[in-house]
């Protein structure tokens, strides 16, 4: 388990699993900004059966409160299949715990647990160019911004342009050099 100060990242638990489900079916749940797909209840519950919805195609983990309430999850999967540059994904489900930098100590603890075990050189966040809560947690994450991909991603019925944001190992190590 990753500890936070006000958030907790672990493995999705069983008991867990149909309450993540309902919350990724759930277009409002979900926002604005998320490719939406209805997720079989079936194909996740025999993926977890399988791996625990932990593979190098993609690792989920639960974004826990302090009394162990789900609140959100967080992913890594390859953002690229020539190399070992990872995607982050996340979301907090639950209204009343957005907007008080959960996601951003999400990602800061992921960051940190994926430089420190794993041999990866870069992490990135593509969001749709119009939301700004995903490029703030990105800024104060410090994640670098490379530019807009051009009609990326499929959202409600249109294709948009993402913004491309990332971190590099150097980036991490030069922010924790300054600070001392």
């Excluded at 309450?19 to 990724?24: F, G, S, T």
């Excluded at 999400?106 to 939301?131: E, G, S």
């Amino acid at each position: 388990m990753l500890i936070g100060h006000t958030i907790n990242i672990r493995h999705l638990q069983p008991r867990e699993l149909d309450a993540w489900i309902a919350a990724k079916n759930d277009v409002a749940t979900m926002g604005d900004f998320t490719t939406f797909q209805i997720t079989s209840p079936v194909i996740v519950h025999n993926e977890f059966a399988q791996n625990g919805l932990a593979s190098d195609a993609m690792e989920t983990f639960a974004i826990v409160g302090k009394f162990d309430q789900l609140i959100g999850t967080i992913c890594h999967f390859p953002a690229t299949g020539y190399a070992s540059a990872r995607e982050l994904g996340f979301s907090i489900f639950v209204n009343e715990f957005r907007n008080q930098g959960i996601a951003t100590e999400a990602v800061t603890l992921l960051v940190k647990y994926l430089f420190d075990n794993k041999p990866i050189n870069r992490l990135q966040i593509v969001m749709p160019v119009a939301h700004l809560a995903c490029e703030k947690i990105a800024l104060k994450c410090g994640f670098v911004k490379e530019g807009v991909a051009r009609g990326l991603l499929f959202i409600r019925g249109e294709y948009c342009d993402c913004n491309v944001y990332a971190l590099l190992r150097n980036d991490v190590n030069n922010l924790q050099n300054n600070k001392n």
